[in-house]
């Protein structure tokens, strides 16, 4: 299994995001398949470094729906750092540019975030 570290220290949130979800998917690699993924761990680093602006911190917004009548919770992007830290943000980015199929789930198995 080959493993790629990132280092997110001083870069925007989307540049690390698309970079390890590139990765993820295996496009860098000459073997590379819509219907497979690659044996790959990524590990991003220092994920609490990234640069982040006040005004994105403010708007942007994360939603969730419960099922239930009312169940819908919308939170924005400081108050999910307050509560999970900046790991969170980094991962809910890259499993937005993943493929939406079965492949996602292995796919953020194979990431590993550290503050």
Same mark, same amino acid.
Do not use: H
């Given at each position: 299994?080959?493993?790629?570290?990132?280092?997110?220290?001083?870069? #925007?949130?989307?540049?690390?995001? =698309?970079?390890? =979800?590139?990765?993820?998917?295996?496009?860098?690699?000459?073997?590379?398949?819509?219907?497979?993924?690659? &044996?790959?761990?990524?590990?991003?680093?220092?994920?609490? %470094?990234?640069?982040?602006?006040?005004?994105?911190?403010?708007?942007?917004?994360?939603?969730?729906?419960?099922?239930?009548?009312?169940? %819908?919770?919308? &939170?924005?992007?400081?108050?999910?750092?307050?509560? #999970?830290?900046?790991?969170?943000?980094?991962?809910?980015?890259?499993?937005?540019? /993943?493929?939406?199929?079965?492949? %996602?789930?292995?796919?953020?198995?194979? /990431?590993?975030?550290? &503050?």
């Amino acid at each position: 299994m080959k493993t790629y570290t990132i280092d997110a220290k001083g870069k #925007k949130l989307g540049r690390v995001a =698309s970079e390890a =979800s590139t990765i993820l998917i295996g496009k860098n690699l000459t073997t590379f398949a819509r219907n497979t993924y690659p &044996e790959i761990t990524v590990t991003v680093v220092n994920a609490s %470094q990234i640069v982040a602006d006040d005004k994105k911190k403010g708007e942007k917004t994360y939603t969730r729906y419960s099922l239930f009548p009312g169940g %819908q919770t919308v &939170e924005t992007m400081a108050k999910v750092i307050e509560n #999970k830290g900046y790991t969170e943000v980094l991962r809910k980015a890259i499993k937005g540019m /993943l493929p939406k199929n079965k492949l %996602q789930t292995p796919m953020m198995k194979n /990431l590993i975030v550290t &503050e």
